[in-house]
């Protein structure tokens, strides 16, 4: 098993913020499993890569490409790597419905690839992204 190190990670979110399906199938395995937090329409688990870039096209596209994530840093073991980010942007057509929380990725890798990853936002954050992502 390959050691999981911080580059690895980098590189990961790299490749999905491509949008390209072959780079992101390089370190995003296509059995994946992604909890998303919190109590909105977006929340709860995505099964299989098809429905987490789905995900992250429902992402871009309410936020109106807007959305991002500032990595803050990246902890790694053997089989899981922790990154704790600064998550901000606005939604489409309404930028003063703006977001900006902390969150933890939780990843768990298997043979260069995550297999299963875990969001949690940090505070009055998970208010803060359910209100973010409620119809406008």
Known sequence: MPNVTPELVARAYAALATGDR????EYWAEDL???????NHL?????????????M???????????HM????TTVSEEYSADVSRNRGHRAGHPDKQLDILA??????RDGRVIEGRGAIMEDGTTRYDQFWSPV
Not at 22 to 25: A, N, P, T, Y
């Open 22 to 25: 072959e780079k992101i199938r």
């Open 33 to 39: 499993r992604w909890l998303v937090p919190g109590h």
């Open 43 to 55: 929340s709860g688990w995505k099964e299989g890569l098809g429905s987490f870039l789905g995900f």
């Open 57 to 67: 096209g429902q992402v871009g596209a309410l936020s109106g490409g807007s959305f």
């Open 70 to 73: 500032d990595n803050l840093c």
């Open 104 to 109: 933890v990725h939780v990843l768990r890798w």
